[in-house]
Structures are given as structure tokens and as C-alpha cells.
């Protein structure tokens, strides 16, 4: 059985791989190596394109969200994330796309991927947790002004080959991990799904 599994995720990785990303991590790497935790090897496996990081690399504590864009409690807890992450210099905060409840998630996830290649990743999705109501696209365009993001450039970079492979990617890990819903999280090496407090966090850092 683990002979298959390796089979089926070195195809799929095989074919993502046969655009431009290039992953960190080998496939035996993801699988097999044990000296590395699990959450951390999610990381090494996807391009920075992939990644929205709020924090240094060298912080003892990593929290990772598997997110969507339309998910209400993903919307909540993300201005408690963005706080724990910026009043502790000891924490890691990793935003990955999971874009699953429909298909202006996926839209939205290639937006945000495609502002990466502006180095505006965090400004965008930021702006987009924090549309107060419903996203619509008067909203989104706002808040990719907001961002400071070049429009014409960001159109064309959404439908590279290599956005949608990312994302795939990301969602295939978030899959493997078993996150079945958004939010889903590791708080350094243990999974959650659903939603926690910011006191429920606070209390899973201090154990580790």
C-alpha cells in the first residue's frame, strides 16, 4: 500500500512539477524522512509563490493555515493570527490556499498568488480579510488598490500555468495533512481542523 501511495503522489508531484515551480523537498523527503516534522516539510515542499508569511524563519513556533477566502471562520480568525503573530516575536504565521467551497475561491487564491510575483501577497490578502460583508468585485478591486499593486500586471500573472499548479499543490498537501474544511491548522506539529480561539492557540504554544 505505501508503495502505491508513493506511486500516485510522485505522478501528481511529477506533474506539477513539469511547469515552473520547482518544489524544495523531494517526494521520499515528504514521506519518509523523520527527522524533519511533518509541518515543516508541508513548508519545504511548496515555492514561496505558495506561501503568505508573517514572522521570521527562525521563530521557535510555526502556525500554518490552510484557508479560503469565503470561509466565514477563516475570516475570524484572521485578524486574531495576524495579532498573536505581530505582538510575539517567537511566532511563525504560514497562510496556505485550500480555495474548496466554490469557484471564486480558486479565483481569488490565483489573485492573491499572482500578487506574490509583486511581492504584495500579505498586503492583498490582508485587504481581503478584511472586506467588511460579502466580497463583491467592487470590494476586491478596492482592495487590490489598496494593496498598491499594478492591475495590468496582476491580470496577465493569474493565469500563469505555474499559479494554478501552485495552488493545486497546496491543496493536495492540505488534503494529505487532513484538513477536510477551512480553517484547518498546525499549530507547530499538531493538526487541527476547525476553528480556535486565539486563547486555544496561546495555550497549544505554551505546551510545546
Partial sequence: MGLRLSQIITVFLFCLNGGHIQAEMTLTDLIYDESIPYHLKVLDALPSEAKIQVGSDSAKHTIIEFMDYFCGYCKKIHPELIDLATSREDV???????????????VLAKIVIAASLQDKSFELHDA?????????????????????????????????????KMIKLSSFLAGGSGARGTPAMFINDIFSPGYLSRGQIEGMLMAN
Fill in 92 to 106: 511563525r504565521l504560514v497562510f496556505l490556499h485550500h480555495p474548496i467551497l466554490n469557484e471564486s475561491s480558486l
Fill in 128 to 164: 481581503i480579510f478584511s472586506i467588511e460583508g460579502s466580497i463583491t468585485s467592487e470590494k476586491l478591486k478596492s482592495a487590490i488598490k489598496e494593496a498598491g499593486l499594478n492591475e495590468t500586471q496582476l491580470r496577465d500573472d493569474m493565469n500563469r500555468d505555474d499559479v494554478e
